[in-house]
């Protein structure tokens, strides 16, 4: 059984957690990009791919800071998004700006769950004054952030444009 009796045994708990949710996201971001018809969606998603693979790499240096073994801890949480994601445009006649749609509320819902597990990872560093360990999972929390905004606008514009206004609500 895993003791967990301090607050750096959680910090490496969830890190670990990340780590193996990285890994689930770097799985699932082709697959989406592949069910995905709009150009500009397919980039978000294969750019997004570039950038996990960089954040794993950026948890591979924090366990190097740490003195660390790398390891997995399931994360059942990104497991759960990311089936309920698919299952919502796999098998169905889904029209191709409804899986668009479709796809990026569910790419959202995993940013969000990064964005909130980073920086609860960040708050432990800090207590730990861990700095160079809070200062990376800052950058990665940051950049999930950025990542959500993006796919915000372009949920937005991909309802919108569907709605039939040409325009678009952003441009
Ligand atoms: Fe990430």
């Known amino acids: 059984m895993t003791t967990l009796s301090t607050h750096r045994d959680l ?15 770097v799985d699932a971001l082709p697959r989406m990009s592949a069910m995905a018809t709009s150009p500009d969606v397919k980039t978000a998603f294969d750019e997004h791919q570039v950038q996990t693979e960089e954040q794993i790499r950026r948890l591979e240096e ?14 059942p949480g990104i497991e759960g998004i990311i089936t309920e994601g698919m299952k ?3 098998g169905k006649d889904v ?10 509320a569910s790419a959202r819902r995993v940013e969000h769950y990064e964005m ?8 432990l560093a800090q207590t730990l004054k861990l700095h ?8 990665t929390r940051g950049e ?11 949920a937005m514009k991909t309802a919108d444009l569907s709605a039939g206004n040409s325009a678009g609500i952003v441009s």
Not at 11 to 25: G, K, N, P, V
């Open 11 to 25: 910090l490496l708990h969830e890190l670990r957690d990340m780590y193996d949710a990285e890994h689930q996201i």
């Open 62 to 75: 924090v366990f190097a800071l740490l003195d660390e073994k790398l390891a997995r801890e399931p994360c």
């Open 88 to 90: 919502t445009v796999r």
């Open 95 to 104: 029209a191709g700006a409804v899986r668009d749609t479709a796809l990026l």
């Open 116 to 123: 909130a597990a980073y920086a609860g990872a960040w708050l």
């Open 132 to 139: 160079d360990v809070a200062n990376a999972l800052e950058q």
């Open 144 to 154: 999930e952030e950025e990542t959500d905004g993006r796919l915000e606008r372009l």
